[in-house]
């Protein structure tokens, strides 16, 4: 049992933060609201150019030598950045989808030259394919439709169409969260291969998307504390108040408790255990999250609530992504179903 | 990073695992913390003992044996998933102290006793006036020729203090210092001349101790390290305590009990693990019970590798406690109308358990620091809020 990042993962870690807190501080990030597209563009291109992408492929793939735990550190530091980019959706949900059925796409997404989303299974999306191999159909909440060059677009319970970006004309959708979403047609639409990673995609995603609200959550945290000792009411910081200090202490213990299922998860990429902790850190975080983000925005009482506190970053990060890549509510139940199948033996 | 064990590790969990099941019985959240069987334990203690596992991590010169802190951490979880009793906080704490602190009459007269698993300490910390606020204690120990006279009270002695154990006592030896700078630790035998103890009986069926001191006189060769110092030393516990505090590893077998029970039982023709609320609340404990353990683990991994950990142990103590309290009040959601019922009710044994544990966990978000007091070091150590 080892606790610590090898020498690579700090210097990857450090290089990441370095680059949020130079480049793109929360103050700018939450600029992006009054020119969206041409800001997430110029930042994506900034991420690419670094290399990023090929973090979480494994070496012959042109990959980092740790893979999902280089991954990690970088989902880590984008979430305390609150960074707004398709890593998680490109780099690791589809990307390794796609790595796991050996598709040679893998190669542009990991040079930052393709960008493939997964168009998730929503309440309102529906899409036919046709006997002819065509697609007809509507996909919703779709993620970085302003900078995708590729989708894939679920049919049935794991096979997935994949289908040009230049066959669809995306609309963006406004929606609360950090993440660019929108909605497409499909309308007679070729599907340039059918594939069938099982649900890789899913389960890369959800421990993506796990890290990503951990370091959300806890730079959220760092906003509150830094606050509460800073605000005088009735003569004295508010942090030395206790009603205060132990919403505090729950957040972090909430972050805490999340932080190793995370951890773990992506320690066992690639080995046995790994799908069960991706699962269970995503369900945890997926709602804890959440509600740590908007207890963070309560300790700073009315401010937080003005559009332009960065306290709401974090929140509105955890809006956009809890739900994505497995419901917490969906995970438990699978997850209760083992436990109690395991039982009746 | 890594969370896995090494194949030496593992090999040491299963050696200890076949000596739990030949010399203990099977994995029980219950067993040993339940009914006390003082002849069955003490047998038990003399096996445990010719093993070297209550001097792990002591000096040689003291008996210590060379265990890796790994396999330390390793032994008191199997110990705690069993419900096998073990002095754990002898081994970690109170073995370490006495050899640093303690004079060598004390030393030579306890330690073996230690060694062999045959005595038992009793913490004299809380007094009626002084629970959380534990550096304002009363309890007066006045120097007397070449020791001491302790005259006092204190409270929540556990188990309750039997003929032959030591009380671990904090005493006030200068009232006129500041607090924290007054007190001392005295190691006082239970049956001592002056010492008279009650019992309570508690929510858990089980009895605390308190204990009345009047004129009692202790040698100065009982004085624990200097005068005046008792406060260090009663920190000191605190840091060497950071891992041993760890009773939780009983939560697995707990959970799977639950989840036994919910796909065993039906109720009006359904079965309670088809039940849409039965199955999210186990979707949602089995999460959580994972997480407890990899809290566990990680700090036995840090504190062992010598990082500086600040409210980790105040973060651990709060969720597991709480933990165990959302896994016994699902458990008596399953069992329905019936979970009030007592083991001496007669009805179903796993019931009775199930209430007995119930009952105890409300200790255990208040003994060892209420999770409050726990919250107050999360915000101050751990996050740096100011004092209010």
């Known amino acids: 049992m080892d606790y610590e990042l090898n020498e690579p993962q700090r210097l990857l870690k450090r290089a990441a933060a370095d680059f949020f807190a130079r480049e793109y501080p929360l103050d700018r990030m939450r600029d992006f609201r009054h020119d969206p597209d041409t800001n997430e563009r110029e930042l994506w291109t900034a991420i690419s150019a670094m290399g990023w992408n090929a973090a979480p492929f494994s070496e012959e793939i042109g990959g980092y030598p740790g893979s999902f735990m280089d991954a990690a550190v970088l989902l ?36 930052g ?30 993620p970085w439709v302003n900078l ?55 389960v890369c995603g959800g421990a993506a998307v796990a890290l990503v609200l951990l370091d959300a959550g806890s730079r959220s945290l760092d906003l509150a504390v830094a606050y509460a000792k800073d605000r005088i009411q009735f003569g004295k910081p508010i942090g030395s108040f206790q009603a205060l200090q132990h919403k ?20 066992l990429h690639g080995q046995e255990g790994f799908a069960r902790l991706a699962r269970y850190a995503k369900a945890y975080l997926g709602e804890a999250v959440p509600r740590v983000t908007r207890d963070a925005i309560q300790v700073h009482g009315g401010v937080g609530f003005i559009d332009d506190h960065k306290v709401q970053l974090c929140y509105r990060l955890a809006l956009g992504l809890a739900n994505s890549y497995g419901r917490p509510g969906d995970i438990r139940r699978d997850v209760a179903e083992i436990q109690i199948a395991a039982a009746g033996r | 990073m890594d969370y896995a064990y090494t194949d030496d590790e593992i090999r040491f969990r299963d050696e200890v695992r076949a000596f739990l099941a030949k010399e203990w019985g099977p994995p029980d959240p219950v067993a040993g913390r339940d009914v006390h069987d003082a002849e069955r334990e003490r047998g038990f203690m003399s ?34 998933r069993a419900g096998a009793p073990f002095p754990l906080y002898n081994v970690n704490v109170l073995g370490p102290l006495l050899i640093k602190f303690a004079s060598d009459e004390a030393k030579s007269e306890l330690l073996p006793r230690m060694r062999a698993g045959a005595l038992k300490f009793v913490l004299g910390y809380t007094e009626p006036e002084t629970g959380s606020d534990l550096a304002s204690l009363r309890t007066r120990a006045e120097r007397q020729g070449d020791g001491y006279v302790i005259n006092g009270q204190k409270l929540y002695g556990l188990p309750h203090p039997a003929d032959g154990d030591i009380i671990f006592l904090a005493a006030r030896t200068d009232p006129d210092a500041p607090i924290r700078k007054g007190i001392s630790i005295f190691l006082i035998d239970s049956s001592a001349e ?38 260090r030393y009663i920190r000191e516990c605190m840091d060497l305590d950071r891992v041993s505090g760890i009773p939780y590893a009983h939560f697995p077998v707990l959970f799977e009990m639950l989840v036994a029970f919910a796909a065993g039982h039906e109720r009006d023709g359904r079965r309670l693990a088809d039940e849409p609320w039965v199955i999210d609340r186990i979707g949602r404990l089995a999460i959580e019970v994972e997480a407890a353990q990899l809290l566990q683990e990680m700090m036995a991994c840090k504190v062992y590798a010598g990082a500086e950990v600040h409210a980790e ?55 060892g620091g209420t999770n409050e007091i726990q919250r107050n070091i999360i ?10």
Request: aromatic share 6%.
């Open chain 2, 313 to 367: 142990s105040s973060i651990i103590k709060a969720y597991c406690t709480e933990l165990e309290s959302r896994l016994t009040e699902f458990g008596r959601e399953l069992v329905g109308e019936l979970a009030a019922l007592t083991t001496e009710a007669g009805v179903d044994e796993f019931i009775g358990r199930l209430n007995f544990l119930s009952r105890l966990n409300v200790a255990m978000t208040i003994v």
């Open chain 1, 248 to 267: 505090c202490a729950d957040m972090l213990i909430a972050l805490e408790a999340g932080r190793n299922l995370a951890y773990k998860a992506a320690t």
């Open chain 1, 76 to 111: 880590e530091e984008m979430g305390r950045g609150a960074c707004a980019s398709p890593f998680v959706h490109s780099a690791v949900a589809a990307g390794l989808a796609l790595a796991e059925v050996n598709h040679p796409l893998v190669k542009a997404i990991a040079a």
């Open chain 2, 47 to 80: 096996k445990v003992a010719s093993r070297g596992w209550l001097t792990m991590g002591w000096p040689e010169e003291y008996g210590g044996t060379s265990f890796s802190p790994m396999e330390r951490y390793i032994l008191s979880q199997e110990m705690n």
């Open chain 1, 148 to 202: 995708a060059t590729h989708y894939l677009v679920p049919l049935g319970s794991q096979r997935y169409a994949l289908v040009d970006a230049k066959a669809v004309t995306p609309d963006r959708l406004d929606s609360a969260g950090l993440d660019c979403i929108g909605r497409f047609e499909l309308r007679d639409a070729r599907v340039m291969d059918l594939l069938d990673p099982g649900d890789t995609g899913t």
């Open chain 2, 194 to 231: 002056g010492v008279t103890v009650t019992q309570n009986r508690t929510l858990g069926g089980s009895h605390v101790g308190a204990t009345y001191y009047d004129n009692v006189y202790v040698p100065a060769s009982r004085r624990l390290g200097e005068e005046n110092e008792g406060w």
């Open chain 1, 113 to 142: 030259d393709a960008v493939t989303v997964m168009a998730p299974r929503t309440l309102l999306s529906s899409v036919q394919h046709s006997a002819d191999g065509h697609l007809d159909g509507t996909c919703l909440a779709v």
């Open chain 2, 379 to 388: 915000a101050l150590q751990g996050l740096g809020l100011p004092r209010g």
